[in-house]
């Protein structure tokens, strides 16, 4: 007798090879997703920084939100790197400190960076990139 076919074992096991290359592909392609968000978010994080800075330098002002930063032309654009098509919010603002009262002592600029993306807030102090509460 010629049976022609497969048996459970061998469909047990071919169903079983496939169920472990989808979990390991599964697990590569989430830690993927999380590691560009991470530098959507550091990117954004960094020329936010810089434009503000600009912004600070040209209005002699210690607060601006992305959304100037963007009309006035400091900042390209302030996608959110989740990928949903969707604008960050929030601010920059910078706080200037003196060790002394002397006139020509410099001063030490610290910068407080808020990102406000669709999937709640985060926060970063500056110098030292710090990440802080909201």
């Known amino acids: 007798m010629n049976n022609k076919g497969i048996t459970l074992v061998e469909l047990l096991a071919v169903i079983s090879i496939l169920g472990i290359l989808t979990l390991v592909g599964t697990g590569a392609y989430l830690k993927y997703k999380t590691d ?8 954004l994080k960094k020329s936010s920084l810089n434009a503000a800075e600009n912004y600070f330098y040209d209005h002699n002002v210690t607060t601006v939100t992305l959304e100037t930063l963007v009309n006035q032309g400091y900042l390209e654009n302030r ?7 969707l604008q960050c919010g929030g601010s920059v603002t910078k706080t200037s400190t003196s060790t002394n009262s002397d006139p020509g002592t410099l ?14 807030s985060r926060c970063w102090k500056f110098p030292g990139e710090t990440k802080i509460s909201c």
């Open 36 to 43: 560009s968000v991470d530098k959507g978010l550091e990117a």
């Open 79 to 85: 996608n959110d790197p989740f990928g949903r098509g």
């Open 107 to 120: 001063e030490t600029n610290e910068y407080k960076v808020r990102l406000d993306c669709h999937n709640g």
